[in-house]
């Protein structure tokens, strides 16, 4: 049986048989599974001669499936990630530090939706790897193989800079973003950088919107060296 063959089964047993209730029409964790594999396979890239792959997942929900999931979040968390260490293993993958899995609620999602982002970096201090896997028995990869991963952040001309730290970062004049930039051209709560497969930056209906390398822009990928201007400043996005 298949890596997704046996996480299917697994859930089934622990739950006894509640998932199928629960995930009639809605998401069901196979489908979780299988992205996941995808979402591995999309973002294999070579670094010293290394396929690196990323290991930290966050996986983004719709309301009502956030809310029916929310029971079986710690559960899918450690099966999804011994899928994910295993499929890396399997596929002769580099991984920065084991998987983590985690959920967020995206409102704007409709049910039987989701997405996921990902990315290379040690877990946090103090994260220990998920109850259901056996890290004496799991693959590791060699200690040369782990290569961590650049944090992205803006930078003004004047020489400032913003590191990139958070999956959602808010920028803006007020005091809730988590970039803020003393400047009345700026909203209160002007943009937001999303990292994922690709680093995305949204204008939240902003006043005098968001311009990158040009062109005014409601959602865009960034790229590295990306010029982006915010009112009347001017920020380059870096990726490393």
Not at 23 to 30: A, G, L, T
Not at 90 to 97: F, I, K, L, M, P
Not at 135 to 151: E, H, L, V
């Amino acid at each position: 049986m298949g890596l997704l063959g046996n996480l299917e089964q697994r859930l089934d047993q622990i739950v006894n048989g509640s998932f199928s209730k629960a995930f009639k029409s809605e998401v069901q964790p196979v489908e979780l599974g299988a992205a996941l594999q995808q979402e591995i396979d999309n973002r294999a890239g070579t670094i010293n001669g290394q396929t690196v792959v990323p290991n930290i997942f966050i996986i983004e929900l719709g309301p009502t499936d956030h809310e029916r999931l929310g029971t079986y979040f710690g559960t899918l968390s450690v099966e999804l990630a011994t899928l994910a260490d295993s499929y890396t293993h399997e596929q002769r993958y580099t991984a920065v530090d084991l998987a983590q899995i985690s959920f967020d609620l995206d409102q704007a999602l409709e049910t039987g939706v989701f997405r996921i982002r990902s990315a290379a970096a040690k877990r946090p201090e103090g994260v220990t790897p998920p109850s259901g896997l056996d890290q004496d028995s799991t693959p590791q990869m060699p200690k040369s193989a782990f290569i961590p991963a650049a944090t992205p952040y803006l930078i003004s001309i004047t020489g400032e800079e913003f590191k990139i730290t958070q999956s959602v970062t808010n920028i803006g004049r007020g005091v809730e973003a988590d970039i803020q930039i003393d400047d009345t051209s700026v909203s209160r709560i002007h943009c937001s950088i999303v990292l994922g497969s690709d680093v995305l930056i949204r204008d939240l209906g902003s006043t005098n919107g968001t311009i990158v390398d040009g062109a005014r822009v409601t959602e865009s990928v960034l790229r590295n060296g990306s010029i982006i201007k915010i009112g009347n400043i001017t920020l380059t996005y870096m990726s490393q």
